[in-house]
Each structure stands twice: as structure tokens, then as C-alpha cells.
């Protein structure tokens, strides 16, 4: 059985293709319909008909399908299948109309070859299970009303029923023993197994390990979004800093201006190194610890519970304000928005008054120009505004002190998208 397991998977745990040579010419045409809709999605971006109509220079998946990210006022002007809409409403995730047939096929190919797997690891589960119970039949199967022996010998294997009750009692202890010994090399094998994909996930990444402590404060230097340093992007890198000091950081700016993509950037770091794991940034980043991370992004409307998008948002609030303390990192984009400006400011203001009053640290993104007027100034939070220079597209920081009127560059753009 064991030979048989060996030679089932290959070195990276994955059903081997010399054992099941069906499996190969799945993952090949996998690997050639891929190929094709990205190749189909590449020219699309290229086509300067289409680029025109796009809220940003890329593709991306939506629903396991490849989408266009298509400015709102621009959907009726791609033909396809809609799979979403941005938080903000400002971006149509539409599937083109030319890769619609390349993604069924895709899918189909997918789909089977799940089929196959699943199909080869049932019969790997069979084969182990029929030797387990070869080793000790289950005790359900035997006919306990015509057997005399006790119940608990009933489950034993006919060898250890002939000895004697001391030399059985010693024969079981040691396969306890034995059993134990497996059960801590199999954890053993998974804490290695868990490490060597952290290091590999860190190269991927071209990740660092940052200093930790518990005392809820980041120090990013560089950072970046860890999904788009995946796809092979070149996302603008950024220093974030919170503190104690300094707890809040408020970003505005227009659409696609790259404030989500810090905000989740900042995210996804917190909760890495939650996980053992590097993140995207400089070498002397810092990210420490924290009881809670906790996130309001995108539409969170509930037509089962009969709540709006804004009061879906609200109960998130009130949510997030009871739990946070010192030791919660929050994440707010687009504060209170859905609603009448006026008073969506005004309850923007007074939520982020009660976070700071709790300790929290926070990054919170918003288009209401009273929230940014009436932001503490340094060092209680720090005001940045993202803006779009002229084509290419990219990101700029601008930080401002006290206004906007007195801002300088910090972080100038490295790239052509985010």
C-alpha cells in the first residue's frame, strides 16, 4: 500500500501523471484553453476601442471567469456577460463576448479533470480502508448476539484474542505507542510541509519578514498588494505607518485612484503575518499583532434580511465599534457612503470620533471632502490623497498635514498600473 501511495503522487503531492497518464492530457488541454483566453484577453487590451471603454489597463477573474473591468459609463459599450460591480458602482466586471465560449471550454476542461482526480483518490481511500480493516475488523460487524467473548475483545484481531490477559494488555499499550509515534510524525510532516510552502509563498512574493511585536502598530516600508505581485504586476509601493501615536490614516481621491488597493495591501499583511507568513514590502517593515482585523469593503446589501446596501453598512459599523480596542486594526473603505452626503459625512465624523476614543488603529478611504477638512491633524492621523496623473495611468500620494492645499509628494509613481 505504501508503494502504491508513492507512486500515486509526485514530489509536490499532486496526483502523479506516470501513474495516471489520463491526468496529463487533461492538464494539457487546461493549459491550452488557458492560454487561449488569456491570449484573447491580452489583445483585447490592446485594441485601443476597448482600452478606451476600461476603468483600468487590465483583466482580471470574476465568478472563476476572465473579466474586463469596464467603467460604468462605458457597459453598454462592451458586449458580454456582467459578473459584478465594484463597491463604489464605478467599475462593470463584464466577461467579453469573444472569450464567453473559451471560458465554457475551460471550465468543461476543469470540471473533468476534478472528476478524474477525485475519482483516482476514492479508489486510493477504498484500497487504504480495506487494508485498515484487515489489520482490526470494526466491531460493528461482528454478530454480537452469538459471539460470547466481551465486547471489547470482539474488535480485536484474532492474534490478540488467544493471549493471555497481562501479555495482551502489553501488546496493546505498545500498539498505542506505535500509533502515537505515527500520529506525531504525520504532524511533524505537516509542520514541514506547511513551512516549505511559506518559504515558497515568500519567493513568490518577493516577500520579507517583518519585525513583530503586540503592541498594534505597522511600519510598512514599500509595500505592496500581495495579489498583484502574484499576477506578475507592477503595483506602486507605498509606506503605511500607525501607531498609538498616530492611529488613523484617512485616503482620498478619485475612483481608481489606488485607495482600496492600499487599504486591502495593509490588510492582507496584518493577516499574513497572522499566519507565520513574509509580506510584499522593504527590508526594517514592522507589522504587529493584532486581536482583530476587521474589514467593511464593497457592497454588503442583504435582500434576504431586507437590508440596503447603507443599512447592511451600518450594522457592520456598530459591529466593528464593538469591537474594537487597542488591539484592533480596522479597515473602512468608503466610511458611510450610500447615502445622503451631508449626513453620511456627519455619521462618517462621529464613527471615526468613537474609534479613535477606543484606540483603534484604522485606514479609512472616503470621498467626503468634511471628513478630510475635520481629520485630527498630526499626530493623531494622517490625511493622504491619491490622484491620477496624465495617461498612462498611476497612482501618486500626496500627503497633506493639515489641507490639501499644502500638498507634497511622497511616494511618486513606479508604475504604469496598479
Known amino acids: 500500500m505504501a508503494s502504491l501511495l508513492e507512486r500515486s503522487f509526485d514530489a509536490g503531492g499532486v496526483l502523479s501523471t506516470k501513474m495516471y497518464p489520463q491526468l496529463a492530457e487533461l492538464r494539457k488541454e487546461i493549459e491550452r484553453m488557458s492560454a487561449a483566453v488569456t491570449r484573447t484577453m491580452d489583445a483585447m487590451l490592446k485594441d485601443r476601442g476597448v482600452a478606451a471603454t476600461l476603468q483600468d489597463n487590465f483583466y482580471t477573474m470574476r465568478d472563476n471567469r476572465f473579466v474586463l473591468p469596464v467603467a460604468a459609463v462605458n457597459k453598454n459599450k462592451v458586449s458580454g456577460i456582467v459578473h459584478g460591480v465594484s463597491g463604489t458602482g464605478s467599475t462593470v466586471y463584464i466577461e467579453p463576448q469573444e472569450v464567453i465560449d473559451l471560458n465554457n471550454k475551460l471550465r468543461l476542461a476543469e470540471g473533468e479533470l476534478r472528476a478524474e482526480e477525485n475519482r483516482i483518490l476514492k479508489l486510493l481511500s477504498s484500497s ?15 454478530n454480537r448476539r452469538k459471539s460470547t ?5 470482539c474488535a480485536l484481531s484474532p492474534a490478540l484474542r488467544t493471549l493471555s490477559p497481562a501479555a495482551r494488555a502489553c501488546a496493546l499499550r505498545r500498539r498505542a505507542l ?18 516549505a510552502a511559506r518559504e515558497r509563498f ?6 520579507v519578514r517583518p519585525e513583530v511585536r503586540a503592541e498594534g502598530a505597522i511600519e510598512l516600508r514599500e509595500v505592496r498588494h500581495p495579489v498583484l505581485v502574484l499576477r506578475g504586476a507592477a503595483p506602486v509601493d507605498n509606506d503605511v505607518s500607525l501607531d498609538a501615536a498616530m492611529p488613523a490614516l484617512v485616503i482620498s481621491g478619485p475612483n481608481a485612484g489606488g485607495k482600496t488597493v492600499v487599504l486591502k495591501a495593509v490588510g492582507l499583511c496584518a493577516l499574513l503575518v497572522q499566519h507565520g507568513c513574509f509580506v510584499p514590502a522593504r527590508e526594517e517593515s514592522r507589522v504587529d499583532l493584532f486581536a482583530d482585523v476587521l474589514a467593511s469593503i464593497g457592497d454588503q446589501q442583504a435582500v434576504q434580511e431586507g437590508l440596503s446596501s447603507f443599512s447592511s453598512h451600518l450594522r457592520t459599523l456598530d459591529a ?7 488591539a484592533t486594526l480596522l479597515l473602512l473603505d468608503e466610511i458611510a457612503s450610500g447615502t445622503d452626503p451631508a449626513q453620511g459625512a456627519a455619521l462618517a465624523q462621529a464613527v471615526l470620533e468613537e474609534l479613535l476614543d477606543r484606540g483603534a488603529k484604522m485606514i479609512v478611504t472616503t470621498h467626503y471632502a468634511q471628513v478630510t477638512a475635520a481629520a485630527p491633524p498630526p499626530p493623531v492621523s494622517l490625511l493622504c490623497s491619491f490622484s491620477l496623473p496624465p495617461p498612462p495611468l498611476g497612482p501618486q500620494v500626496l500627503a497633506a498635514p493639515l489641507a490639501l492645499q499644502s500638498a507634497t509628494v511622497l511616494d511618486p509613481r513606479r508604475g504604469s498600473s496598479l
Do not use: E, F, W, Y
Request: no cysteine; glycine share 6%; net charge positive.
Open 128 to 142: 487504504l480502508g480495506s487494508q485498515s480493516r484487515q489489520v482490526a475488523p470494526p466491531a460493528a460487524k461482528v
Open 149 to 153: 467473548a466481551p465486547l471489547a475483545l
Open 178 to 195: 506505535a500509533g502515537g509515534q505515527v500520529r506525531l510524525a504525520v504532524l511533524a510532516t505537516k509542520d514541514v510541509d506547511v513551512a
Open 202 to 207: 515568500a519567493t513568490d512574493m518577493q516577500a
Open 320 to 326: 466593528m465599534i464593538q469591537r474594537s480596542s487597542a
